[in-house]
């Protein structure tokens, strides 16, 4: 099995900045993608942004050119760094991984972190 533990969420204005980690440990081999989805109140759960395997990284466009996704291998953790908040990213961001081809893993997932933003 895999364990991914997230961080790093909390309370943020509106234009301020956060940075989200997942630390993942257990049978580390069974992944190689990862990604961070959401979850808003009274809606769906969806994608945010997702590594693959080799390293080629995608965002959803409501996200694009505000979030960065990046992973430390030695660590096995990716990270979200998430600039230019604005209230509507508020959500509970849940880390993904698995093993994929693409950038949008679901085979494990972390318990998730709130983040909240305020206008």
């Known amino acids: 099995q895999v364990q991914l533990v997230e961080s790093g969420g909390g309370l943020a204005q509106a234009g301020g900045s956060l940075r989200l980690s997942c630390a993942a440990s257990g049978s580390i081999f069974r992944i190689n993608a990862m990604g961070w989805y959401r979850q808003a109140p009274g809606k769906q759960r969806e994608w945010v942004a997702g590594i693959s395997g080799g390293d080629a990284t995608n965002y959803a466009d409501s996200v694009k050119g505000r979030f960065t996704i990046s992973r430390d291998n030695a660590k096995n953790t990716v990270y979200l760094q998430m600039n230019s908040l604005k209230p509507e990213d508020t959500a509970v961001y849940y880390c993904?991984?698995?093993?994929?081809?693409?950038?949008?893993?679901?085979?494990?997932w972390g318990q998730g972190t709130q983040v909240t933003v305020s206008s």
């Open positions: 993904a991984a698995g093993q994929s081809s693409g950038t949008r893993p679901t085979a494990y």
